[in-house]
């Protein structure tokens, strides 16, 4: 189970910080992602850090995003986060954070097994 928090209003050129708290299997077995879904559009790929098994934690990114967001886990409290800086109003939306095991590119929502129930992120400009 993945449940997610952090999301609110902020202006524009504020910070949030996103968390995912994850239940049964830890969450470093898994390629864990951040996705967005705004208003009448499709879910994007945000961003995602490897498990820690593969390939030690490496972390991607969408372009939109790079240099502004980053992605970091803690293993020993099996929690996800994605810390979001100089936020924009495009990126409004709502944040899921989910997790994959071994199939599937890191970018695919289709490759991801597991799913939170979102968090809603408000940029006002």
């Known amino acids: 189970q993945l449940v997610e928090s952090g999301g609110g209003l902020v202006q524009a050129g504020g910070s949030l910080r996103l968390s995912c708290a994850a239940s049964g299997r830890t969450s470093s077995s898994y390629t864990m992602g951040w996705f967005r879904q705004a208003p009448g559009k499709e879910r994007e790929f945000v961003a995602a850090i490897g498990a820690m098994r593969w390939i030690g934690g490496i972390t991607y990114y969408a372009d939109s995003v790079k240099g502004r967001f980053t992605i970091s886990r803690d293993n020993a409290k099996n929690t996800l986060f994605l810390q979001m800086n100089s936020l924009k109003p495009e990126d409004t939306a709502v944040y899921y954070c989910?997790?994959?095991?071994?199939?599937?590119?890191?970018?695919?929502?289709?490759?991801?097994?597991?799913w939170g129930q979102g968090t809603q992120v408000t940029v006002s400009s």
């Open positions: 989910a997790a994959k095991g071994d199939r599937g590119s890191y970018y695919a929502s289709s490759a991801y097994d597991y």
